[in-house]
Nanobody
Framework: QVDLVESGGGLVQAGGSLRLSCAAS????????MAWFRQAPAKEREFVAA????????EFADSVKDRFTISRDSAENTVYLQMNSLKPEDTAVYYC??????????????????WGQGTQVTVSS
């Protein structure tokens, strides 16, 4: 069992920035692929960004590419999502996810074994 806790969500105006954090109960997540997904009301949870266990490869949804950045801290037990140039359509609950299996499509919901409870991001216009 790996407990994931997201933080950093809030209310921001369009064009602003937020940084989300996902802290894991395990000491290190060096062998875990990590990802961020988001879900708006009445919509399906969708992929946002992912980073491999080594940090050498990242993947982004087309809708956030060039605006969002995913990274791991020096201890690699926390993952971040830096969100810039936020738009109202970015409004959603953002979830972090972890997977100890180093295979599978990074953008697939079914890949990830552990999920956080989510943090709300609201972008006003």
């Amino acid at each position: 069992q790996v407990d994931l806790v997201e933080s950093g969500g809030g209310l921001v105006q369009a064009g602003g920035s937020l940084r989300l954090s996902c802290a894991a109960s395990q000491r290190r997540l060096t062998t875990y692929d990590m990802a961020w997904f988001r879900q708006a009301p009445a919509k399906e949870r969708e992929f946002v960004a992912a980073i491999t266990w080594s940090g050498s490869n990242t993947e982004f949804a087309d809708s956030v590419k060039d605006r969002f950045t995913i990274s791991r801290d020096s201890a690699e037990n926390t993952v971040y999502l830096q969100m810039n140039s936020l738009k109202p359509e970015d409004t959603a609950v953002y979830y972090c996810a972890a997977d100890p299996d180093l295979y599978g499509l990074l953008a697939s919901r079914d890949k990830y074994r552990y999920w956080g409870q989510g943090t709300q991001v609201t972008v006003s216009s």
